[in-house]
């Protein structure tokens, strides 16, 4: 398991270098992430990615703890790239639109 926090603190310097990402599932940087967050962490009800959005933000509905086990580094510096941030407060993933 990983700390995700500081997994996601240490690579805040390249957030939305999307242009750095290989293999991407998308030329597109949300879907990829989401592409990558479904692989990571499958949904078990078969419920929609964005849980909830505000102004210029969406949630997305991913269990942080669960994908914290499963994910590597490597994973949470693509997230980062396609623009995924960790919202320590609300302990949840999000992304500007």
Not at 64 to 75: F, G, I, S, W
Request: aromatic share 8%; net charge negative.
């Amino acid at each position: 398991m990983i700390d995700l926090q500081a997994v996601f603190e240490e690579f805040e310097d390249e957030y939305l270098e999307f242009h750095k990402v290989e293999n991407k599932a998308s030329n597109r940087p949300d879907l990829c992430a989401f592409i990558a967050l479904d692989r990571l962490v499958p949904s078990e009800r078969g419920n929609d990615i964005v849980s909830s959005a505000e102004h210029d933000e969406i949630w997305l509905a991913t269990d942080v703890e669960k994908l914290a086990a499963v994910a590597t580094k490597e994973d949470v510096l693509m997230l980062v790239r396609c623009g995924v941030r960790l919202t320590v407060d609300q302990d949840a993933l999000a992304m500007f639109v």
